[in-house]
């Protein structure tokens, strides 16, 4: 969103039922007034997801969630969705996944479990239906770092030069849950991980199903071009994602206790930053996903 969408959006805050403040001329919106514990009425969730389709990311501040509040306020957009890697799933509710630094007896540590969260992607992008939002709720922050950076995939197709859209259009691009573990240099994918995410095929280019921009759909997750030698695909793919990743696409967000942050996976990518002693510091977060639709 250019600075002067913002800017718009600002002058027009009376028209939410909520008080929202833009966070950047890029993207993302902070809501002030809002307790994500209480029921949230069809209206309501019908402004917050008009927010998000204007803002992209959405910084709910000062919340306090127990994991099944948190999941509760995120059925209320659609599905639920687990890890399609179990050892990712919580005990009690395995829709709510924990994001954290910490080792096997839950003190902070440098080894990270899932190092694809530290490279550029959107969330299960891997399957047919990938994810409309991610929620994910800080429970516990450094006193400093730890940040998570988003990338504008609409704005970058924008500034992109008319013959270059133009070629990308016809492309189709395999997305795959085992070749991103094996990209990232994470533990390789089971057989059962196998069986629940196969390799599938969407639009490089996809259209945004609620307010139809167009944007590069891309990321770790993705595998190849259909159709191309595997290694002319992956070098197209990489070029785009540096392209798409260039600072002037990126809003950072820098954390506060009782964050609810949520974004639109259909048009951004994501990563984590390592910015703070992970051996010293915990940095815990709760995180749900909602299904979305088949991206055309």
């Known amino acids: 969103m250019a600075m002067t969408d913002v800017a718009a ?57 127990t994991a099944a509040a948190q999941a509760a306020f995120t059925r209320r957009f659609g599905e639920l969705e687990p890890h399609v890697n179990r050892d990712f799933r919580s005990e009690g509710i395995p829709e709510v996944h924990p994001v954290n630094n910490l080792d096997e007896n839950k003190r902070p540590s440098r080894g ?34 730890g940040d998570t950076e988003f990338a504008d995939l609409q704005a970058a197709y924008d500034a992109l030069p008319e013959e270059r859209k133009r070629s990308l259009e016809p492309l189709r691009v395999v997305h795959s849950w085992e070749r991103s573990r094996q990209k990232s240099g994470s533990k390789l994918a089971t057989e059962d991980e196998k069986r629940d995410a196969p390799p599938v095929v969407h639009p490089l280019v996809r259209t ?32 785009l994602l540096d392209f798409a990743t260039q600072e002037r696409f990126v809003y950072r967000h820098q954390w506060r206790s009782g964050d609810m942050v949520m974004w639109d996976n259909r048009c951004l990518v994501h990563r984590a930053i390592a910015n703070f002693e992970m051996a010293k510091h915990a940095r815990v977060l709760n995180r749900t996903v909602v299904r979305g639709d088949v991206p055309v």
């Open 112 to 145: 990270i479990k899932n190092i694809g969260n530290y490279a550029w992607h959107t969330d299960k992008s891997y399957m047919a239906r990938p994810s409309l939002a991610t929620l994910l709720y800080a429970v516990q922050l450094p006193p400093a770092g």
């Open 9 to 65: 959006a600002g002058e027009h805050r009376g028209a939410w039922p909520f008080d929202i403040r833009p966070l950047s001329g890029l993207m993302a919106a902070e809501i002030l007034d809002l307790d994500l514990a209480q029921p949230v009425g069809d209206a309501m969730r019908d402004s917050i997801l008009a927010a998000l389709n204007r803002y992209k990311v959405l910084a709910f501040r000062n919340q306090t969630l």
């Open 208 to 239: 945004h199903p609620a307010t139809g921009r167009k944007g590069i759909y891309i990321g770790n997750h993705t595998s190849h071009v259909e159709g191309w030698p595997v290694e002319k695909g992956e070098a197209l793919l990489a070029d």
